[in-house]
């Protein structure tokens, strides 16, 4: 049995389709967990619950673990630590023997005094630093810019035609499909080998720009555009838009990090066979 956490996330959602295919029994974590199906045990609670996860990995050979994101919580930072506290402290205490854990390109970077230099992937730093405290197998899996993080801005295209966002529009970087990184967890799971860091990088590195250009029309809109708007404007774009001030600032920090190629991979591309290109993703979500 494989325990998920996240496992109605868009990562976590792939990792049980993956695992109950290849005929593993799962436990699925979520505060609002699927309803079971054949394979899938829900289990219902929160990360930050240390004594309910103890018992959702009571005997798990292996977990699938991740920090959710929450743009909306104030004080981000404290949150994902005391949620990363939580996990690890549940995994030691079950004696887990076997974690992947979702982390990110540029977590192996310390995000330094207010997470300044890698903005919201510090709490990831600081999250693989608390794993390699356990006495466990651990892979750390470092996907790049999901696509699917695009879709917040989905309505903003469909009503402007605008992307707006401070990345710069000629800096390529690995983008990766969910479903990829899924399929990698998944695959990481099963293999006793798997090693310490297992980058997910992608088809191919790409510009904000090309991502914009194949998801205008799969939202019908025929030519949108990307603005790349000035970092403190970007701020304050993030802050009309509902986030907290400590939120809109590590965003911005994130991005200025891709901008000077702090965030990137550093081993090899993998083969991109069966690997969804931006394209291929952008029709999936025009069906
Ligand atoms: N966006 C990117 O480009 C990117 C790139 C690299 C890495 N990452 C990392 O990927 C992770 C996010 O993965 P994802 O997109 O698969 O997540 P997601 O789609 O936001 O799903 C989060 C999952 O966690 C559950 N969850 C959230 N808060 C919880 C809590 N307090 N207790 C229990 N369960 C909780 C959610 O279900 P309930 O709401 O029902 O609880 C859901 O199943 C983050 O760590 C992020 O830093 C993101």
Redesign the pocket.
Known sequence: MITV?????????QVVRELTAAGTEVRA?????AAAAPGVQPWA????DTAFLRRALDGARAAFV?????VTAAGHAAHQAR?GGSVVAALRDAAVPRVVA????GAEVPGGPDLARTG??G??HEQEQRLATLDAHVTRLR????L??FLWSADAMRAHGVHADSIDPDVALPMVA?RD?GRAAAAALLDPDAPAVVEVQGAADRTVPDVVAALGPALGVPDPAYVRVPDDEMEQLLRGAGLPADGARLHVAMNRAFNAGRIRAHGPRGSADGVLTVEEWAAGVAA
């Open positions: 956490l996240g496992a109605t996330g868009n990562v976590g959602a974590v979520a505060r609002r967990p609670g929160d990360l930050g991740l920090l959710p994101f929450d949620l979702l982390s990110s390109l919201y992937l709490s990831l996907p790049g810019l999901f699917e993080s969910t990184v």
